[in-house]
């Protein structure tokens, strides 16, 4: 089986890295020759620094639109600390001075972020462009960075679906969003379609009216289970009977004087609201049935 190119903590790096350089319109590339990079020859380097140029690499090369670097970073791990890799730490950041090519180094704990705070690795590369805001890449200098349309604190890139976009570092505290530069803008709706949503929300509302107006609930609305039996309140069967002689009536009424279910036509029950104790007829097919009838009293 082949050996992939980067290990976890480099994959990682590298993500951070295109989030922050993109912004910048900045370009990341990955295993890169010292020797693809440092113009090495005619330099009057010494045999030894220059076959290690030859074989030796920069972890990550960030470039300009006009693919002429900008800085070197490399990712330390646990080994670094030790020789020979010490050594070749060294001379790396010898070479990369003599050719005025800036190194970044950063160790596992710079990958570290939470939700209210960036990581350290992203920090730094935001401090080195924030440090270089006159650097020109191409024929054109780098784009300003873009601001949380909500909070106003800074954004990082994240994929989706329809292509990539800018999410606040603050999600999903802040759910502000927006497009990379120079994308199409898909989070700011055109007035054609504001105009159709607005329509189909109203439509929908008169179309919920005139059913409500045409169906409405019959007498009582909806019966309720038993354990907390409520009905709506229904105009036309208000009385100044308080709410014992309510119940009072409602008691000396005959079975046989219970009316009909509305829904399935079954004989109704009585039963009472459970929030307010009022009585009412339910369907006896209940809960299949959820009709109901209010009680009426005299005036």
């Known amino acids: ?18 989030e922050v350089c993109e912004l910048h319109v900045a370009e990341v590339h990955a295993k890169v020759r010292l020797a693809d990079v440092l113009p090495i020859e005619g330099s009057g380097l010494s ?34 600390g030790h020789s020979p890799q010490s050594e070749r730490d060294a001379k790396k950041d010898e070479l990369s001075n003599r050719f005025g090519l800036p190194l970044l180094r950063i160790r596992a704990e710079d990958l570290c972020r939470t939700e209210w705070q960036l990581d350290r690795l992203t920090e730094k590369i935001k401090q080195w462009f924030d440090d270089h805001t006159k650097l020109v890449t191409g024929d054109r200098h780098m784009e300003p960075k873009p601001k949380c349309p909500l909070c106003g604190g ?50 929908a509302v008169v179309i919920v009216l005139l059913l409500k107006f045409q169906f409405g609930t019959p007498q009582g609305g909806g019966q309720q289970p038993p354990s907390g039996e409520s009905k709506p309140t229904v105009a036309g069967t208000r ?33 009472h609201n459970g929030q307010s104790g009022e009585p009412f007829f339910g369907c006896s097919d209940y809960p299949r049935c959820r009709g109901s009838r209010d009680v009426l009293y005299p005036k």
């Not at 999600?171 to 990379?180: E, R, V």
């Open 239 to 271: 009385s100044s009977m308080t709410l014992p002689e309510k119940r009072a009536h409602a008691s000396a009424l005959k079975q046989s004087d219970y009316p009909a279910c509305p829904q399935c036509g079954k004989q109704m029950v009585l039963r």
């Open 1 to 18: 089986m082949l050996k992939k190119i980067l290990n976890s903590p480099e994959r990682i790096t590298y993500a951070r890295l295109r």
């Open 47 to 80: 045999q030894a620094f220059y076959e290690f140029a030859l074989q030796a690499h920069y972890d990550f090369v960030v470039t300009g639109r006009d693919q002429v670097p900008l800085f070197a970073l490399e990712f330390d791990g646990p080994q670094h």
């Open 154 to 203: 800074e954004m990082v890139r994240k994929p989706s679906k329809y292509g990539p976009f800018l999410s606040c570092v603050r999600y999903p505290a802040c759910a502000g969003a927006c497009d990379l530069p120079g994308t199409p803008n898909r989070f700011k709706a055109p007035v054609w379609k504001k105009v159709l949503i607005a329509g189909s929300i109203c439509a």
